[in-house]
C-alpha cells in the first residue's frame, strides 16, 4: 500500500464530511486547496563561521474568517505536505471553536537538537524577515509549536518589530508574559485535552475517577494533559517521549516525571518500569492521548490498539485508513481539531488582550476556556448524535458548515 501524503490524508478527512453535507462542490474546490504558500531560503552563519542554508515555508491555508493563525515547527521531517496538512487542519480547528481566524502553519526544516541557541536565533530572525511580507497581526500570526517557545515568538516579535520601526506584541502568541503573552497559555492545549476527555466521559454518564490513560509525548501537551486529567481523578499508567517508555500499574508520579523532564529533557531516567516508546500506543488502557506527531496510529497498528477512547492530543496522529479499522473496533476517536483546540483558544484571547492592551487574570483565562471547549465538545456530540458518524466527521461538519455561512455572506471576489 502506498502511503498518501499527508495533505491528501488531511483532503481525505474534508472530502468525507463534504459527502456527508453534501457541500456545494464549487465551495469544495475552494477549501480543498490551500490559499497561498510560500517557500523560503534561510541563510545563517552557523557558530563554526561556515554558512548554512535551511529552508522554510509558511502556507495561509484559508483566510475567510479572518487573519490566519498557527504553530511555527523546528523539525527535520518539515515538508512543503506537512506544513499544508497541518495548516488545513487549523483552518477547521479555528472554525470548529468559532474563532474569528483562518488557517496557518510554518515551518523549517531542521534539527534543532543539534543547534546553539544563537544559531536557532539567527535561523528563527532571518525566517522572520523572509516571511515578512505575508505576516502581520491582522494578516497571519504565528505560534509556537514542536521545537519552538516562548523565546521563539519573542525573536519573531522582536525582529517583527525592529523591521516595522514600532513595537507590535500582537503579531504572535505563545510570548512571554513581560512581552505581552497570557497568563495560562502555556498549559491551555493540555488543559483543553483533559476538559475534552472529561466531557466526553460526561456525556457518556461515566466518570474519568481511575481512569487508565497512555500518554505518547511528554512535552508541551502530554506533560499537561497527564497533569490536569490526574487532578480530575485519572491514573496516568504509560507515558513515552523521543528517549523511550515508562509505566506503572498504579499510576506514575505525574509532578515526578514532569521534573525530570525539565531536569533531564527525558522521561526515561524517571523511576518506573521501562518499555519500549511504541508499546505506549498498545498499553492496556482506557483511554490513549497521541501528544508527540502525526501519522503514529496508522493501519500496520490500529488493530493492536487496547484504549477505548483517543484522544488526539496532537495533530494528525491518526491516519484515515488507521481511522476506519478503530470505527469497526468501536474505539471512539476525539479528533485533533476539537482535542488539543485549547492552545489557540487562549491565543486568541492573548491576541485580543495584546490589541486592546488590557490583561486578563488566569481565573478569567481560564473561565473562556472551559467555555469554549464545552461549547464546542457539545456541538460536535449533537452533530454525531444527528447521524451515524464518526466524531471526526461531525467535528468536521460544524466546521465546514460555519465557513461554508462565511462564503454565502461574502460572496467570491470578483463576481
Ligand atoms: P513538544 O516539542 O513540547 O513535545 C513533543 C513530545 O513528543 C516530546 O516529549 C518528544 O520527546 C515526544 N516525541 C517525539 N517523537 C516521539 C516518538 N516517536 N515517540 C514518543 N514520543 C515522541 O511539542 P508539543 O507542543 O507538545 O506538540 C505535540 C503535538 O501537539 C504536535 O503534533 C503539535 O502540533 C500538537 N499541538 C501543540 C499545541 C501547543 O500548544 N503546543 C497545540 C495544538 C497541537
Redesign the pocket.
Known amino acids: 500500500m502506498i502511503e498518501d501524503s499527508l495533505a491528501r490524508k488531511a483532503q481525505k478527512q474534508l472530502y468525507k464530511a463534504a459527502k456527508e453535507i453534501n457541500l456545494d462542490s464549487n465551495l469544495l474546490k475552494i477549501l480543498e486547496q490551500p490559499m497561498r504558500i510560500l517557500r523560503v531560503s534561510v541563510p545563517i552563519r552557523l557558530d563554526n563561521g561556515r554558512t548554512k542554508v535551511f529552508t522554510g515555508f509558511r502556507c495561509q491555508y484559508n483566510n475567510a474568517k479572518g487573519p490566519t493563525k498557527g504553530?511555527v515547527?523546528y523539525h527535520p521531517d518539515v515538508s512543503e505536505e506537512e506544513v499544508v496538512a497541518?495548516a488545513a487542519w487549523m483552518t477547521w480547528k479555528c472554525a470548529l471553536l468559532d474563532l474569528p481566524y483562518g488557517g496557518a502553519k510554518g515551518g523549517i526544516i531542521c534539527d534543532p537538537t543539534k543547534m546553539s541557541e544563537s544559531e536557532l536565533e539567527r535561523m528563527t530572525r532571518r525566517y522572520t524577515s523572509e516571511i515578512m511580507p505575508i505576516l502581520g497581526p491582522h494578516i497571519d500570526i504565528p505560534?509556537?509549536?514542536?521545537?519552538t517557545t516562548s523565546k521563539t515568538m519573542a525573536w519573531i516579535m522582536d525582529t517583527f518589530s525592529m523591521m516595522k520601526g514600532y513595537t507590535e506584541p500582537s503579531i504572535v502568541t505563545?510570548k512571554p508574559e513581560i512581552l505581552g503573552g497570557s497568563k495560562g497559555r502555556k498549559e491551555?492545549?493540555g488543559k483543553g485535552v483533559a476538559i475534552i476527555t472529561r466531557e466526553f466521559f460526561k456525556a457518556q454518564k461515566k466518570s474519568l475517577k481511575g481512569a487508565r490513560v497512555a500518554i505518547?509525548?511528554?512535552?508541551?501537551?502530554?506533560g499537561h494533559a497527564a497533569h490536569f486529567l490526574s487532578q480530575m481523578g485519572a491514573k496516568i499508567v504509560a507515558v513515552?517521549?523521543?528517549?523511550g517508555g515508562l509505566a506503572h500499574p498504579d499510576g506514575l508520579d505525574v509532578q515526578g516525571l514532569t521534573d525530570c523532564v525539565e531536569k533531564h529533557a527525558c522521561v526515561i531516567k524517571h523511576p518506573g518500569k521501562q518499555i519500549d516508546?511504541e508499546d505506549?500506543l498498545y498499553h492496556d488502557v482506557d483511554i490513549l492521548i497521541p501528544?508527540?506527531?502525526?501519522n503514529q496510529i496508522h493501519h500496520k497498528n490500529a488493530h493492536k490498539i487496547k484504549a477505548k477512547v483517543i484522544v488526539e492530543?496532537?495533530?494528525?496522529?491518526t491516519t484515515p485508513e488507521a481511522d476506519e479499522i478503530l470505527e469497526k473496533k468501536k474505539v471512539s476517536v476525539i479528533p485533533?481539531i476539537l482535542a488539543?483546540a485549547g492552545?489557540?483558544v487562549v491565543s486568541h484571547l492573548e491576541w485580543v488582550q495584546a490589541l486592546s492592551g488590557l490583561f486578563w487574570e488566569e481565573e478569567q483565562v481560564n473561565a473562556e476556556l472551559e467555555r469554549k471547549m464545552v461549547k464546542s465538545f457539545r456541538e460536535v456530540w449533537q452533530a454525531r448524535s444527528k447521524k451515524d458518524i464518526s466524531l471526526r466527521c461531525a467535528a468536521y461538519i460544524v466546521a465546514i458548515e460555519r465557513i461554508a455561512e462565511v462564503y454565502r455572506y461574502r460572496g467570491m471576489f470578483p463576481w
Open positions: 504553530g515547527r497541518l505560534a509556537p509549536d514542536v521545537y505563545g491551555a492545549t505518547q509525548g511528554f512535552g508541551n501537551v502530554g513515552s517521549d523521543v528517549s516508546k505506549v501528544a508527540a506527531l502525526e492530543g496532537a495533530n494528525g496522529p485533533d488539543n492552545g489557540v
